[in-house]
């Protein structure tokens, strides 16, 4: 997923792009998609021509907000005798 990211975003070929990721980390809806810093790496690594590395610690992952904004709505009943029904 990051490597199309990149390709995309730099309009790269996929065969040009190398992205490794040992491990998955924050694998339950923070790491929706790839964010900044991953562009910003690939842009550094692009102006250096060599690999570049990139490392943000746990704290960092979290505190970037990479949910996106949603509402949730339940609707809840019951009837007349105040047993709970659903629809």
Known sequence: MCSGYVCKV???KPEDVRVMSPFMGVG???GLRPQFETVLAALAARA???SVRLV???RQMYALGYRPAMIQQIDLGANASGTPSTR
Request: charged content about 35%; overall charge positive.
């Open 56 to 58: 943000l610690t746990r």
């Open 28 to 30: 339950f809806g923070s």
């Open 10 to 12: 730099l309009e790269m």
């Open 48 to 50: 250096f021509k060599r």
